[in-house]
């Protein structure tokens, strides 16, 4: 695909900005609504010198993605709520090894087989916890076709950088959207390459810096390193010492703390004076967006925060657009996820409401708007 | 000199040796195991920098991490898929799967099953000890019937696995199984499978002395691989003990050859193919 | 091991009082699986059926495939009535291997036995019995020249390298049959003519070559025995196992105790000590077979053969 504008499916955008960010390897599982970036990453990969491979399950093309990235290369995989439940154990190995590796979860309506061709933002939870043990992860969360392309390639950044999944979490109906979009060109992207081991003697693969992320290492650089899913001391193999397992878990749980900066990202319209402040997030917040203008004509002072990155969520980002308000409104296409932490982050200085929709249908404008309404009246 | 002579071979020079001794339990027929497939690594001349040991969870996960390589204990029943993800980014490697019979039957069936259709160039020795050791002596998918567990008090009512008929029928390009007492006819089997250009599966019948052998009353470790060595057959000796002198038997050697296309060529053919314009296969 | 004893009795194509030498003649070939002893055998019992006598053969066979031992009698005359050889009754004793004919000797008629050679050796596993390094072979350690010094009437000949530098290495016992032509008393023709009933299509020319060959080896002999077809040759030494040091390495605590080295050493030379750890009892006794060293899944047993590398210069 070269530059310039197109037209493309949300789904579309995330395999073009995973090959633009780098990814040369995928493997996946069909499942709706994600299967069209199996499906373009197939036809893309062998393009650029990749790798493409479908898996016998999810389980499987998750735990492909971590061996393919274990051997030095950028790669992702795809899927929707009952595959990123199968692809939970693998993402927690990726967590605790500190394997880079990229997953877009298009999510529909759950639990279970749920509503496979109807939207939902219904894996918020499952994509902070889903996993078992604590463990450090990014997700982030687009709401439009164009930004699905570019968080996916800063999903990459960050997990090239930072030694994390990073899921890419949106919904059927952007997945589906036909949205026209730039596409950069080439060259014109700042991508992240991992930190190599430099091939000092040394070595330890789990001893980091002051940034908190150790160098790498892959298979034929020399090192001979061991990699396990066990709890492993800086020399990579498995302790049981209490002080030894202390000292690394906390570099591990503790080493995206001091990246904030780069990793939260988000958005505040009109959130200077807002009295009542929504906080949503991708499909919800294009609906939140024009329910905060049509309250804004009538006189309300709403505002909109947006987060794009969800965890870590952007806790001090969000404090400082709540500051003047007296209440927050949440609508997300589940049964009150986000909110849990909306409310974490701010229940000492304001009211805390869910919008919430169950039914595989988008929230329109008019129900948060009618929100708004009332949550300004009653203030 | 002779043909089982080591030439050169010492183990400590595959090892990692400030985790030795390992852990296993004495007389786990794991390290004679874990020996054959060092000894035929020394003898094919694979670099260490370029050897990739993937291994999944149980006695036989922790295999790989005394080898002084590039190592991967990954999850459960999950080393061959990762292994296959890693041999499609880094075709360079010599990719070697260490596994056990719950690993790579039960949890790990399915993936078994696809690594043996898709013929990617990938190694699988699967540790039979029949039970799940690490776990303190479960039933497995190759506990014999009426054999003692933790899980059948009673004894063992489900049929077994033949894991080499399985990996045959799913098109495995290699398949056999060895007895871990005949290390050096072990340690030929394994290079076979190391020089065959594609998947190979290989059974090593190991022994749990401390748990298995012990509830089932098996004898000791010596005990235990004599009559490993004696319930097996030569697959040389052909149909002759299909005659009633050994019957019911598991063979041993080479057991399959299927003779595919590695997968991982295939791939890059049809890759290469793709990006010229050509539409994939032409 | 399968024995069958085949016994022939033919040859009523003449009466057996017309037989011009109506005496029972002994022929005992011995060798080892697949060296042509039956073939030999066969093609000397139907040259005596056709000469009008009766034969009979009775042979030992079934280990062809692994080296075993083979033997055949051939008793053929006007009338022949048990089918084996008495002790010290055959009146040729033709070796295909040269221990099998020492071992045999005591066939021969001592006072008029006539013995042919191969001097090649096949050594079998029984010879090996002593598993040390530097052990000797259990073979036949009599030399050509001592045993035809002691028969009557002997031919020791390397009938695999004179077949070699004949073109066919498989004629060996043409020309092994060829020398057995040269001490009995029939026809050339006749001899030739049964021999190209039994030899492959095609290979005719070449094996009445290789039998013409043993034929005229004998007469040489007799005539020159002083000559080069006369002297016995030289046995190759029989190989043997380098005298090397063998050296056990324990690593006493990578041992687990588990005690499948102490059983399983075929010289049971290892044992325990009072921590349970293995230790060299018999040092004289390791044969330095690594037996224990594959088997010991902790590696704590390494064997090391020292000077291998002089022993094999």
């Given at each position: 695909?070269?530059?310039g504008?197109?037209?493309?499916?949300g789904n579309?955008?995330?395999?073009?900005?995973?090959?633009?960010?780098?990814?040369r390897?995928?493997?996946?599982?069909?499942?709706t609504p994600?299967?069209?970036?199996?499906?373009?990453?197939?036809?893309?990969?062998?393009?650029?010198?990749?790798?493409?491979v479908?898996?016998?399950?999810?389980?499987?093309?998750?735990?492909?993605v971590l061996?393919?990235?274990?051997?030095?290369?950028?790669?992702?995989?795809a899927t929707?709520?009952p595959?990123?439940?199968?692809?939970q154990?693998?993402i927690?190995?990726?967590?605790?090894?500190e394997?880079?590796?990229?997953?877009?979860?298009?999510?529909?309506?759950?639990?279970?087989?749920?509503?496979?061709?109807r939207?939902?933002?219904?894996?918020?939870?499952?994509?902070?916890?889903?996993?078992?043990?604590?463990?450090?992860?990014?997700?982030?969360?687009?709401?439009?076709?164009?930004?699905?392309?570019?968080?996916?390639?800063?999903?990459f950044?960050?997990?090239?950088?930072?030694?994390?999944?990073?899921?890419?979490?949106f919904?059927?109906?952007i997945?589906?959207?036909?949205?026209?979009?730039?596409l950069?060109?080439?060259?014109?992207?700042?991508?992240?390459?991992?930190?190599?081991?430099?091939?000092?003697?040394?070595?330890?693969?789990?001893?980091?810096?002051?940034?908190?992320?150790?160098?790498?290492?892959r298979?034929?650089?020399g090192?001979r390193?061991?990699?396990t899913?066990?709890?492993?001391?800086?020399?990579?193999?498995?302790?049981?010492?209490?002080?030894?397992?202390t000292?690394?878990?906390?570099?591990?749980?503790?080493k995206?703390?001091?990246?904030g900066?780069d990793?939260?990202a988000?958005e505040?319209?009109?959130?200077?004076?807002a009295?009542?402040?929504?906080?949503?997030?991708g499909?919800?917040?294009?609906?939140?967006?024009?329910?905060?203008?049509?309250?804004r004509?009538?006189?309300?002072?709403?505002?909109?925060?947006?987060?794009?990155?969800?965890?870590?969520?952007?806790?001090?980002?969000?404090?400082?657009?709540?500051?003047?308000a007296r209440?927050?409104?949440?609508?997300e296409?589940?049964?009150?996820?986000?909110?849990?932490?909306?409310?974490?982050?701010?229940?000492d200085?304001?009211?805390?409401?869910g919008?919430?929709?169950?039914?595989?249908?988008p929230?329109?404008?008019?129900?948060?708007?009618?929100?708004?309404?009332?949550?300004?009246?009653?203030? | 000199?002779?043909?089982?002579?080591?030439?050169?071979?010492?183990?400590?020079?595959?090892?990692?040796l400030?985790?030795?001794?390992h852990f296993m339990?004495?007389?786990c027929?794991?390290?004679?195991?874990?020996?054959?497939?060092?000894?035929?690594?020394?003898?094919?001349?694979?670099?260490?920098?370029?050897?990739?040991?993937?291994?999944?969870?149980?006695?036989?996960?922790?295999?790989?991490?005394?080898?002084?390589?590039?190592t991967?204990?990954?999850?459960?029943?999950?080393?061959?898929?990762?292994?296959?993800?890693?041999?499609?980014?880094?075709?360079?490697?010599?990719?070697?799967?260490?596994?056990?019979?719950g690993?790579?039957?039960?949890?790990?069936?399915?993936?078994?099953?696809?690594?043996?259709?898709?013929?990617?160039?990938?190694?699988?020795?699967?540790?039979?000890?029949?039970?799940?050791?690490?776990?303190?002596?479960?039933?497995?998918?190759?506990?014999?019937?009426?054999?003692?567990?933790?899980?059948t008090?009673?004894?063992?009512?489900?049929?077994?696995?033949?894991?080499?008929?399985?990996?045959?029928?799913?098109?495995?390009?290699?398949?056999?199984?060895?007895?871990?007492?005949?290390?050096p006819?072990?340690?030929?089997?394994?290079?076979?499978?190391?020089?065959?250009?594609?998947?190979?599966?290989?059974?090593v019948?190991?022994?749990?002395?401390?748990?298995?052998?012990?509830?089932?009353d098996?004898?000791?470790?010596?005990?235990?691989?004599?009559s490993?060595?004696?319930?097996?057959?030569p697959?040389?000796?052909g149909?002759?003990?299909?005659?009633?002198?050994?019957?019911?038997?598991?063979?041993?050697?080479?057991?399959?050859?299927?003779?595919?296309?590695?997968?991982?060529?295939?791939?890059?053919?049809?890759?290469?193919?793709v990006?010229?314009?050509g539409?994939?296969?032409? | 091991?399968?024995?069958?004893?085949?016994?022939a009795?033919?040859?009523?194509?003449?009466?057996?009082?017309?037989?011009?030498?109506?005496r029972?003649?002994n022929?005992?070939?011995?060798?080892?699986?697949?060296?042509?002893?039956?073939?030999?055998?066969?093609?000397l019992?139907?040259?005596?059926?056709?000469?009008?006598?009766?034969v009979?053969?009775?042979?030992?066979?079934?280990?062809?495939?692994?080296g075993?031992?083979?033997?055949?009698?051939?008793?053929?005359?006007?009338?022949?009535?048990?089918?084996?050889?008495?002790?010290?009754?055959?009146?040729?004793?033709?070796?295909?291997?040269?221990?099998?004919?020492?071992?045999?000797?005591?066939?021969?008629?001592?006072?008029?036995?006539?013995?042919?050679?191969?001097?090649?050796?096949?050594?079998?596993?029984?010879?090996?019995?002593?598993?040390?390094?530097?052990?000797?072979?259990a073979?036949?350690?009599?030399t050509?020249?001592?045993?035809?010094?002691r028969?009557?009437?002997?031919?020791?000949?390397?009938?695999?390298?004179?077949?070699?530098?004949?073109?066919?290495?498989?004629?060996?016992?043409?020309?092994?049959?060829?020398?057995?032509?040269?001490?009995?008393?029939?026809?050339?023709?006749?001899?030739?003519?049964v021999?190209?009933?039994?030899v492959?299509?095609?290979t005719?020319?070449?094996?009445?070559?290789?039998?013409?060959?043993?034929?005229?080896w004998?007469?040489?002999?007799?005539?020159?025995?002083?000559?080069?077809?006369?002297?016995?040759?030289?046995?190759?030494?029989?190989?043997?196992?380098?005298d090397?040091?063998?050296r056990?390495?324990?690593?006493?605590?990578?041992?687990?105790?588990?005690?499948?080295?102490?059983?399983?050493c075929?010289?049971?030379?290892?044992?325990?000590?009072?921590?349970?750890?293995?230790?060299?009892?018999d040092?004289?006794?390791c044969?330095?077979?690594?037996?224990?060293?594959?088997?010991?899944?902790?590696f704590?047993?390494?064997?090391?053969?020292?000077?291998?590398?002089e022993?094999?210069?």
């Amino acid at each position: 695909m070269t530059a310039g504008m197109a037209n493309l499916h949300g789904n579309h955008a995330c395999a073009l900005g995973a090959i633009a960010a780098g990814c040369r390897f995928f493997a996946g599982y069909p499942i709706t609504p994600s299967s069209e970036i199996a499906e373009r990453m197939s036809r893309e990969l062998p393009l650029v010198g990749g790798t493409f491979v479908q898996m016998e399950d999810e389980i499987a093309s998750m735990a492909a993605v971590l061996g393919a990235s274990a051997g030095g290369v950028k790669s992702m995989t795809a899927t929707s709520g009952p595959g990123f439940s199968l692809k939970q154990e693998n993402i927690g190995l990726a967590s605790m090894a500190e394997i880079p590796c990229v997953i877009a979860n298009v999510m529909r309506g759950g639990p279970s087989t749920g509503m496979p061709t109807r939207p939902a933002q219904s894996d918020i939870m499952q994509a902070r916890w889903g996993s078992h043990g604590d463990h450090p992860l990014i997700a982030l969360a687009p709401a439009s076709v164009k930004e699905i392309h570019d968080q996916t390639i800063r999903a990459f950044n960050l997990s090239e950088r930072y030694r994390v999944p990073v899921m890419v979490l949106f919904d059927q109906v952007i997945a589906h959207l036909l949205e026209p979009i730039e596409l950069p060109a080439a060259g014109s992207l700042d991508l992240v390459e991992r930190r190599w081991a430099n091939g000092d003697d040394g070595y330890q693969p789990y001893a980091a810096g002051a940034d908190g992320i150790p160098a790498m290492t892959r298979p034929g650089d020399g090192h001979r390193t061991h990699t396990t899913g066990l709890t492993h001391a800086e020399d990579g193999f498995p302790t049981q010492d209490p002080d030894t397992v202390t000292r690394v878990m906390d570099r591990l749980l503790g080493k995206l703390d001091q990246h904030g900066q780069d990793i939260e990202a988000f958005e505040c319209h009109d959130t200077k004076d807002a009295e009542v402040l929504v906080v949503a997030y991708g499909i919800s917040a294009r609906a939140a967006r024009r329910a905060v203008r049509q309250a804004r004509e009538r006189g309300i002072a709403a505002g909109l925060f947006r987060p794009i990155t969800l965890w870590p969520f952007p806790e001090q980002a969000l404090r400082t657009a709540a500051d003047q308000a007296r209440s927050v409104l949440v609508p997300e296409m589940n049964a009150g996820q986000l909110v849990l932490e909306v409310e974490r982050i701010c229940r000492d200085e304001v009211r805390v409401a869910g919008l919430n929709r169950v039914d595989g249908q988008p929230i329109e404008p008019s129900q948060i708007a009618r929100r708004i309404e009332e949550m300004a009246a009653d203030d | 000199m002779t043909e089982t002579n080591p030439a050169g071979f010492e183990i400590r020079d595959y090892l990692r040796l400030d985790l030795m001794p390992h852990f296993m339990c004495p007389g786990c027929g794991h390290g004679i195991a874990l020996r054959a497939l060092l000894w035929a690594v020394h003898e094919l001349g694979i670099e260490k920098d370029e050897l990739a040991i993937v291994s999944g969870i149980g006695c036989s996960g922790r295999v790989g991490g005394y080898i002084d390589a590039n190592t991967y204990h990954v999850t459960h029943g999950r080393p061959l898929a990762f292994a296959t993800g890693l041999k499609l980014a880094r075709p360079d490697l010599k990719v070697i799967v260490i596994t056990g019979d719950g690993d790579c039957l039960a949890i790990g069936g399915n993936h078994l099953i696809h690594a043996c259709r898709r013929n990617l160039d990938l190694t699988c020795l699967m540790l039979n000890n029949e039970v799940y050791g690490m776990t303190g002596g479960q039933v497995s998918p190759t506990t014999a019937e009426t054999r003692l567990t933790t899980t059948t008090p009673a004894g063992n009512t489900e049929p077994a696995f033949d894991a080499c008929q399985l990996a045959e029928a799913a098109g495995a390009g290699l398949v056999g199984r060895e007895v871990t007492m005949q290390t050096p006819a072990l340690r030929n089997l394994i290079k076979q499978g190391l020089e065959y250009p594609g998947f190979s599966f290989l059974e090593v019948i190991s022994d749990c002395t401390e748990i298995y052998g012990r509830k089932n009353d098996l004898g000791e470790s010596a005990e235990m691989v004599l009559s490993q060595k004696s319930d097996m057959r030569p697959e040389a000796y052909g149909n002759v003990a299909d005659q009633p002198f050994r019957p019911n038997r598991l063979l041993t050697g080479v057991l399959a050859r299927n003779e595919r296309p590695e997968y991982g060529e295939t791939y890059r053919r049809h890759a290469d193919g793709v990006a010229n314009g050509g539409k994939a296969g032409a | 091991m399968t024995t069958d004893t085949a016994s022939a009795e033919v040859g009523e194509r003449q009466q057996p009082g017309a037989v011009a030498d109506p005496r029972t003649r002994n022929v005992l070939i011995v060798g080892v699986g697949g060296q042509g002893v039956i073939m030999i055998s066969k093609v000397l019992a139907l040259l005596c059926q056709t000469q009008g006598m009766q034969v009979k053969q009775s042979e030992v066979h079934g280990m062809a495939k692994r080296g075993g031992v083979v033997f055949s009698h051939v008793r053929y005359g006007a009338q022949v009535w048990s089918p084996t050889i008495p002790m010290g009754e055959a009146d040729v004793l033709i070796a295909m291997e040269w221990a099998e004919g020492v071992r045999w000797l005591p066939f021969l008629r001592p006072e008029s036995g006539v013995f042919i050679a191969d001097t090649q050796q096949v050594i079998p596993p029984f010879a090996c019995r002593n598993r040390q390094f530097g052990a000797d072979m259990a073979y036949a350690t009599e030399t050509p020249a001592e045993i035809i010094g002691r028969v009557s009437d002997g031919f020791a000949l390397d009938a695999g390298r004179m077949a070699e530098e004949l073109g066919n290495a498989r004629a060996g016992n043409t020309i092994l049959l060829g020398t057995l032509s040269a001490t009995l008393d029939f026809p050339l023709d006749d001899w030739l003519s049964v021999l190209n009933q039994f030899v492959p299509k095609g290979t005719e020319e070449i094996n009445r070559q290789a039998f013409l060959l043993g034929r005229d080896w004998v007469e040489k002999a007799r005539q020159d025995p002083a000559g080069p077809a006369g002297l016995a040759p030289e046995l190759a030494p029989p190989p043997i196992q380098p005298d090397i040091d063998v050296r056990l390495e324990i690593t006493a605590e990578w041992c687990k105790s588990c005690d499948i080295c102490v059983k399983l050493c075929p010289e049971r030379c290892l044992e325990l000590d009072e921590q349970q750890i293995v230790r060299l009892k018999d040092p004289d006794a390791c044969t330095g077979c690594r037996i224990c060293e594959w088997l010991c899944p902790d590696f704590a047993i390494a064997v090391h053969h020292d000077n291998l590398a002089e022993a094999n210069a």
